[in-house]
């Protein structure tokens, strides 16, 4: 693996200041292996084809097609750089861990310039390592904004969470908006006050530091702002689009929920970006998180090669493939002008997370452990009694964020249980030991039909394992009974031992 990746480096190098004088230096054709989410398969076939049909260079793209999805592409890769696909999809998220894997080529400066103008900024962001791209953006659709029966809620207050409550005070109805149990919901408040959760890596992989500040004058802020909504007899801590049908009168969530709403609130749909607080006197749009798709070239041996795939890339990446994907599938295109479409613009949905989008903050490598500690930042502001409580709260949220960086070999290496287990609700480990070469066992647990729980390493979500292996579904425990919980990581199995 490390012949190979110095050979990749080596053929990077030569990209980065190689230029082909014409188009006939790409000409030939080139067995490309392609990993796609199954439901673009065969779209991403005719793409190919067409590309082969227009591309004036005289390349011709062999393609084996492979369904791989977006998680589990990043996965694959970094696994075995040499056996994966030659281009790829992935979640943004996955973007750091590509990087110092050595599975992405970067962009040579004129297709990264010219793929930065015709893309959203955030995304654009999202690909970028330093100052350099490595990635071309595919689509822009994963992030939050509100839903609203306008029954119950008036047009002229969808800009104010202070008029928001109270509406849905007057009318009885919930306001949801999971602020207690997930901290990509949470966040939103800090981010709309200026505040940063930015994490550093070392070439492994490792955190190694974050630059954080929502405990600071801007996070009490935030946490003002957050209490109004926490405080209210009628807020629901959800962002399921079924809480329409459980008497909420607004819901907090995505273009996935789409179809479903529009099938239960019909021409009393409302739709549109988060609203603003205030605090003394003054106004701040909430924030949010906001995740991408982007598509990933490996490094080739073969330099010209290598031109060729980058090619494809920013043809499959271009204006017309990402408007055939979202006429298709309705996925939310990255590129600028196919926003501005008369067909897109005319999606509610994607029309309010792009006039979100300005106020949104791309999700980068987040350390695992970060999901559980800022998901309680709720809970600790609504116990809040005072601004000192506050403080506390934000203080809380501090010293557990610099404990990360001071756990032991032994405590980031050690497993544990986690889930909905005898009343908890996925914020305790149940701890785990090593009872035979890789295989992990838990105490014996009074364990429920219908709780799930998941097996992780180092109290954080980098590494676990569920029903179907890494980074699996949730097991769901199928009858009541006392059991231990054993994992086989070489297998990637978990086990119930009944007691």
Same mark, same amino acid.
């Given at each position: 693996?490390?012949?190979?990746?110095?050979?990749?480096?080596?053929?990077?190098?030569?990209?980065?200041?190689?230029?082909?004088?014409?188009?006939?230096?790409?000409?030939?054709?080139?067995?490309?292996?392609?990993?796609? %989410?199954?439901?673009?398969?065969? #779209?991403? &076939?005719?793409?190919? +084809?067409?590309?082969? !049909?227009? =591309? *004036? /260079? $005289?390349? @011709?793209?062999?393609?084996?097609?492979?369904?791989?999805?977006?998680?589990?592409?990043?996965?694959?890769?970094?696994?075995?750089?040499?056996?994966?696909?030659?281009?790829?999809?992935?979640?943004?998220?996955?973007?750091?861990?590509?990087?110092? %894997?050595?599975?992405?080529?970067? #962009?040579? &400066?004129?297709?990264? +310039?010219?793929?930065? !103008?015709? =893309? *959203? /900024? $955030?995304? @654009?962001?999202?690909?970028?390592?330093?100052?350099?791209?490595?990635?071309?953006?595919?689509?822009?659709?994963?992030?939050?904004?509100?839903?609203?029966?306008?029954?119950?809620?008036?047009?002229?207050?969808?800009?104010?969470?202070?008029?928001?409550?109270?509406?849905?005070?007057?009318?009885? &109805?919930?306001?949801?908006?999971?602020?207690?149990?997930?901290?990509?919901?949470?966040?939103?408040?800090?981010?709309?006050?200026?505040?940063?959760?930015?994490?550093?890596?070392?070439?492994?992989?490792?955190?190694?530091?974050?630059?954080?500040?929502?405990?600071?004058?801007?996070?009490?802020?935030?946490?003002?702002?957050?209490?109004?909504?926490?405080?209210?007899?009628?807020?629901?801590?959800?962002?399921?689009?079924?809480?329409?049908?459980?008497?909420?009168?607004?819901?907090?969530?995505?273009?996935?929920?789409?179809?479903?709403?529009?099938?239960?609130?019909?021409?009393?749909?409302?739709?549109?970006?988060?609203?603003?607080?205030?605090?003394?006197?003054?106004?701040?749009?909430?924030?949010?998180?906001?995740?991408?798709?982007?598509?990933?070239?490996?490094?080739?041996?073969?330099?010209?090669?290598?031109?060729?795939?980058?090619?494809?890339?920013?043809?499959?990446?271009?204006?017309?493939?990402?408007?055939?994907?979202?006429?298709?599938?309705?996925?939310?295109?990255?590129?600028?002008?196919?926003?501005?479409?008369?067909?897109?613009?005319?999606?509610?949905?994607?029309?309010?997370?792009?006039?979100?989008?300005?106020?949104?903050?791309?999700?980068?490598?987040?350390?695992?452990?970060?999901?559980?500690?800022?998901?309680?930042?709720?809970?600790?502001?609504?116990?809040?009694?005072?601004?000192?409580?506050?403080?506390?709260?934000?203080?809380?949220?501090?010293?557990?964020?610099?404990?990360?960086?001071?756990?032991?070999?032994?405590?980031?290496?050690?497993?544990?249980?986690?889930?909905?287990?005898?009343?908890?609700?996925?914020?305790?480990?149940?701890?785990?030991?090593?009872?035979?070469?890789?295989?992990?066992?838990?105490?014996?647990?009074?364990?429920?039909?219908?709780?799930?729980?998941?097996?992780?390493?180092?109290?954080?979500?980098?590494?676990?394992?569920?029903?179907?292996?890494?980074?699996?579904?949730?097991?769901?425990?199928?009858?009541?009974?006392?059991?231990?919980?054993?994992?086989?990581?070489?297998?990637?199995?978990?086990?119930?031992?009944?007691?």
């Amino acid at each position: 693996m490390k012949k190979f990746l110095s050979v990749l480096l080596a053929a990077m190098m030569v990209l980065s200041v190689c230029s082909f004088a014409g188009a006939s230096s790409l000409a030939g054709t080139y067995d490309v292996t392609i990993w796609v %989410a199954n439901e673009i398969v065969d #779209l991403t &076939k005719q793409q190919v +084809e067409a590309f082969n !049909a227009s =591309n *004036d /260079a $005289g390349i @011709v793209i062999n393609a084996t097609i492979e369904p791989v999805s977006e998680a589990d592409a990043a996965t694959n890769m970094i696994t075995d750089v040499a056996a994966g696909g030659d281009i790829y999809c992935f979640a943004q998220d996955q973007f750091s861990r590509l990087v110092q %894997a050595g599975a992405l080529a970067k #962009l040579g &400066k004129a297709a990264a +310039e010219e793929v930065s !103008a015709a =893309n *959203d /900024a $955030g995304v @654009v962001g999202a690909a970028k390592s330093g100052d350099e791209l490595y990635a071309y953006p595919m689509t822009a659709d994963n992030g939050y904004f509100m839903y609203y029966d306008k029954r119950y809620i008036p047009d002229e207050d969808v800009d104010s969470l202070e008029k928001l409550i109270a509406d849905c005070e007057a009318a009885q &109805k919930y306001f949801a908006f999971e602020m207690n149990t997930s901290a990509w919901y949470a966040a939103s408040f800090f981010f709309g006050t200026g505040c940063v959760s930015e994490w550093k890596t070392d070439d492994a992989g490792k955190f190694i530091s974050v630059h954080d500040t929502f405990n600071s004058p801007a996070g009490l802020i935030a946490a003002k702002g957050m209490k109004k909504l926490v405080d209210s007899p009628f807020h629901l801590n959800s962002s399921s689009q079924d809480s329409f049908a459980s008497n909420a009168a607004i819901v907090v969530t995505g273009t996935w929920a789409y179809t479903d709403i529009e099938k239960m609130l019909g021409e009393n749909m409302g739709v549109t970006d988060l609203p603003s607080f205030e605090v003394d006197g003054q106004q701040y749009h909430l924030g949010s998180f906001n995740g991408c798709k982007l598509m990933g070239v490996k490094p080739q041996e073969d330099a010209v090669k290598a031109a060729a795939l980058h090619r494809l890339a920013r043809y499959l990446t271009g204006e017309e493939c990402q408007m055939q994907r979202f006429e298709a599938r309705a996925w939310g295109p990255a590129n600028l002008a196919a926003q501005q479409s008369e067909k897109v613009q005319a999606n509610p949905g994607l029309a309010a997370l792009y006039k979100q989008s300005p106020y949104s903050l791309p999700q980068g490598q987040i350390h695992g452990s970060w999901w559980d500690i800022a998901k309680v930042i709720a809970d600790d502001v609504k116990a809040a009694t005072d601004e000192a409580g506050l403080q506390q709260a934000l203080q809380n949220y501090e010293d557990k964020m610099a404990a990360l960086f001071t756990m032991s070999e032994e405590e980031m290496n050690a497993w544990g249980v986690i889930g909905s287990i005898g009343g908890t609700m996925w914020d305790k480990d149940f701890p785990m030991t090593e009872v035979a070469t890789d295989v992990f066992e838990s105490e014996a647990l009074e364990l429920h039909a219908g709780e799930e729980f998941k097996c992780r390493q180092g109290a954080s979500w980098d590494v676990n394992y569920g029903s179907d292996g890494l980074n699996g579904a949730n097991v769901k425990v199928e009858a009541d009974g006392t059991y231990k919980v054993q994992l086989n990581v070489a297998e990637g199995t978990i086990t119930l031992i009944a007691q």
